[in-house]
C-alpha cells in the first residue's frame, strides 16, 4: 500500500516565478491538507481539501491555491514567489471531513528554494 | 488563540538513557494533543495522540505521553532510547474544528 506521494522531491525557482507541488493521497483516503514548514519551524497549515473544495484555510495570501482532482489528489500552486517562500511543503492525508483529527499521514515533502 | 511551546531546541542523550522531551500549549478549551516525529527526508509520523480519557497516552515505538491539565503540559517520555530515536519532535495542538498548530521542534540526538 503506498504511502502519501509528493512530486518533485526538490525544486529550485527564481522570484516572481510560479510553482505547482503535487500530491497523491494514502490509498483510501479523500482529504488532503497542506502545511508549509520553514528551517527551523514547525509545519503551518496551508489549506485542506475535502470533496474538489477548499473546506479551510490558514494565514497565507491568496498567491497560494490548490485543488483537488476526483481521485482526491491535489495540488499546490504558488503565484509571484517569494525568498520567504522557502521551505520544505508537506501533503497530508486523511479519511473523511474531520480530516484535522482523523489520523492525518504525512509525505516526504517538497523542498522548495526560491533564488 | 492556541500556542504550542516546545521549551528545548536540541536534546543530546545516551543510548538506553531515559527521555522526557516537553511541550505546553495554550488553549481555552480541553485540546486535542499530539506528538509527531520527522526523520531527515521523511515526512512527519504521529507517535500519539490525547483526545480525552485517561491522561497516560501510550504510543508506537516505546513512547507514552502525559496530559497534565494544571500544568497545561503534554510531555513525551520514553525509558530506555534507542540511536534510531535521534530525529526532530513536534508537538501539536487543535481543538473542535480547527487546523492543527505545532511546535517549533526539539531536535533529539543520541550518543554511544
Known amino acids: 500500500d503506498a504511502g502519501v506521494t509528493q512530486s518533485p522531491t526538490h525544486l529550485i525557482k527564481t522570484r516572481g516565478q510560479q510553482v505547482t507541488l503535487r500530491c497523491s493521497p494514502k490509498?483510501?483516503?479523500?482529504?488532503v491538507s497542506w502545511y508549509q514548514q520553514a528551517l527551523g519551524q514547525g509545519p503551518q497549515f496551508i489549506f485542506q481539501y475535502y470533496e474538489e473544495e477548499e473546506r479551510q484555510r490558514g494565514n497565507f495570501p491568496d498567491r497560494f491555491s490548490g485543488h483537488q482532482f476526483p481521485n482526491y489528489s491535489s495540488e499546490l500552486n504558488v503565484n509571484a514567489l517569494l525568498l520567504g517562500d522557502s521551505a520544505l511543503y508537506l501533503c497530508?492525508?486523511?479519511?473523511?471531513?474531520?480530516?484535522?483529527?482523523?489520523?492525518?499521514?504525512f509525505g516526504p515533502g517538497t523542498r522548495l528554494t526560491v533564488l | 488563540a492556541q500556542s504550542v511551546t516546545q521549551p528545548d531546541i536540541h536534546i543530546t542523550v545516551s543510548e538506553g538513557a531515559s527521555l522526557e522531551l516537553r511541550c505546553n500549549y495554550s488553549y481555552g478549551a480541553t485540546p486535542y494533543l499530539f506528538w509527531y516525529v520527522q526523520s531527515p527526508g521523511q515526512g512527519l509520523q504521529l507517535l500519539l495522540k490525547?483526545?480525552?480519557?485517561?491522561?497516560l497516552v501510550q504510543g508506537i515505538k516505546g513512547f507514552e505521553a502525559e496530559f497534565k491539565r494544571s500544568q497545561s503540559s503534554f510531555n513525551l517520555r520514553k525509558p530506555s532510547v534507542h540511536w534510531s530515536d535521534a530525529a526532530e519532535y513536534f508537538c501539536?495542538?487543535?481543538?473542535?474544528?480547527?487546523?492543527?498548530?505545532f511546535g517549533k521542534g526539539t531536535r533529539l540526538s543520541v550518543i554511544a
Open positions: 490525547y483526545f480525552s480519557g485517561d491522561t
Open positions: 501539536a495542538v487543535g481543538a473542535g474544528n480547527t487546523p492543527l498548530v
Open positions: 490509498s483510501g483516503h479523500d482529504t
Open positions: 497530508a492525508s486523511s479519511l473523511g471531513a474531520g480530516g484535522h483529527y482523523n489520523e492525518q499521514f
